[in-house]
């Protein structure tokens, strides 16, 4: 069975990793455009490095939970695809094989020169850290007002999907969203969230209203346990 699943946020709250957005649009204190930013970048890159910095300390220090775990497993018995939002290494961690960030990896850096020179990266990146071309490295992040480079690899991967799986996250921010339109109207579409969400009215939509680890575990008795 070919089975895609498109992960947000939600799965990674359960971590303890906080969510991307929070009251009044701001992300831990910050207003998104300063940290999330090509602009925010050239204003105070220092505010941004450091912003990122702890991020990936707290990355770091957390651990996959059970839907990450879940899912993992699920690969000795299907063929997964993950396709996540998230911007953490949980699903690595996991043990999920085959993993396609959408908007980049906070455990790697880039020249901010050329976006194809990328390097792995575990510790901070300081003002003055450069990749091999001598330009300052930044984070693989896609920010704000970025092409999404991957969007082009995930669309095959849904377009082959015998079932779609989308968890944590509402669906409603594109380009991502837009993955959704290129799964086969035939095939059947779950949706893991706590809150039901405006998502495609499309037929064979099937809603599990559960957190991530409560709900893969519904899908998995629903679909998959015969």
Do not use: C
């Not at 690969?75 to 396709?83: P, S």
């Not at 300052?136 to 082009?152: D, K, N, S, T, Y």
């Not at 799964?183 to 949706?191: F, K, L, N």
């Not at 519904?218 to 015969?226: A, H, M, S, Y």
């Amino acid at each position: 069975m070919r089975i895609v699943v498109l992960t947000g946020a939600g799965i990674s709250a359960e971590s303890g990793i906080p969510t991307f957005r929070g009251a009044g649009g701001l992300w831990e204190g910050h207003r998104i455009e300063d940290v999330a930013s090509p602009e925010g970048w050239n204003k105070n890159p220092e505010l941004v490095l450091d912003f990122y910095n702890q991020r990936r300390r707290g990355i770091l220090s957390a651990q996959p939970n059970a839907a990450h775990i879940q899912l993992a497993a699920l690969d000795a018995h299907h063929e997964i695809q993950i396709i996540t939002q998230n911007i953490d290494d949980l699903h690595e961690r996991a043990g999920s094989k085959n993993i396609l960030h959408l908007h980049g990896e906070i455990l790697k850096a880039r020249s901010v020169k050329n976006p194809n020179l990328i390097t792995p990266i575990n510790g901070d990146i300081q003002i003055g850290d450069v990749a091999s071309d001598g330009a300052q490295l930044r984070p693989h992040i896609v920010w704000f007002g970025e092409q999404v480079p991957m969007l082009e690899m995930a669309i095959p991967l849904v377009e082959q999907a015998e079932i779609l799986v989308i968890i944590g996250t509402s669906m409603v921010v594109y380009p991502a969203a837009g993955l959704l339109h290129y799964a086969s109207p035939e095939i059947p579409v779950y949706v893991i969230n706590p809150e039901i969400t405006e998502i495609s009215r499309r037929k064979n939509i099937h809603f599990i209203q559960k957190n991530a680890g409560e709900g893969v575990t519904e899908f998995i008795r629903l679909v998959l346990t015969k």
